[in-house]
């Protein structure tokens, strides 16, 4: 369909740039599915967010990507 987003595009959407990037957690998100989408290993992205529970992750939630 003309003008929609990708889904990329509009995960893309959902992080807020600033000095780190933060992105905000959606429905069916994982540590999997987040580290996939922004090229990063899953080890990296716990580390980046120690306080937050893998297992355990809520719509809104943020996380930093970078």
């Not at 990037?21 to 980046?48: C, H, T, V």
């Amino acid at each position: 369909m003309a003008g929609c987003a990708t889904d990329r595009e509009a995960q893309k959407q959902n992080v807020q740039n600033d000095a780190t990037n933060i992105y905000f957690i959606q429905p069916g998100d994982s540590f999997a599915k987040i580290a996939r989408q922004f090229g990063i290993s899953i080890a990296d992205l716990e580390a980046m967010n120690p306080d937050l529970q893998p297992n355990r992750l809520y719509v809104g939630e943020k996380v930093k990507v970078h």
